[in-house]
């Protein structure tokens, strides 16, 4: 087998990164770590090379892609979605609001509270780094034949989950501006 730079490399019997013998179902599942590795890394290749056009990077297209949609988003729940410490949420909001992207508002009920909402310019740049990614994956399910296999990968990525996160972002997904990918019997 030849690695990426052309050399000759041999398949590993063990991890070598643990020093253990794997079984053939740790294999398979290295295997499919490996993948997601792969499929993570295109992902995130065309969005990450509009985020260099900002000097942006990966957190910042996170924070603009869950204001866009979900606006009015409290600051406290972007914390919760993220899982990031408040520090590094506001450096990066601080980047977002100062290009014009994001904008603050106190909020309504409790003015305690900072909504968080995209602006126009915002709202254009999460439509264009959204819009390879979602070509990136209707392509996946139609190489993989279609929605059968949407739901499968639905189903794949809501057991990568934590468990006791699951309700939560499903909740969220299913909320007011969430789109949650369709069933089999719910597609035409």
């Not at 794949?156 to 972002?169: C, G, K, N, S």
């Amino acid at each position: 087998m030849k690695d990426f730079s052309g050399h000759s490399t041999e398949p590993a019997d063990k991890a070598s990164t643990a020093g253990i013998a794997l079984g053939n179902s740790e294999r398979a599942i290295v295997g499919l770590v490996e993948l997601l590795f792969f499929a993570y890394r295109d992902f995130t290749r065309d969005p990450d090379d509009i985020l260099a056009e900002f000097n942006f990077g990966r957190a910042h297209h996170r924070v603009l892609h869950f204001v866009d949609r979900y606006p009015g988003l409290r600051v406290a729940d972007l914390l919760d979605i993220l899982k990031i410490t408040k520090q590094s949420l506001a450096r990066v909001l601080r980047q977002l609001v100062a290009s014009g992207f994001i904008e603050q508002r106190l909020g309504e009920a409790d003015r305690r509270e900072r909504r968080l909402y995209v602006t126009d310019s915002g709202q254009a740049l999460a439509v264009r780094l959204l819009a390879p990614q979602i070509r990136r994956m209707q392509q996946a399910i139609n190489d993989t034949h279609g929605a059968t296999e949407a739901e499968t990968v639905r189903s794949f990525l809501f057991a990568m989950i934590e468990t006791e996160e699951r309700r939560r972002v499903e909740a969220l997904l299913a909320g007011p501006g969430g789109l949650v990918v369709p069933k089999p019997e719910d597609t035409p």
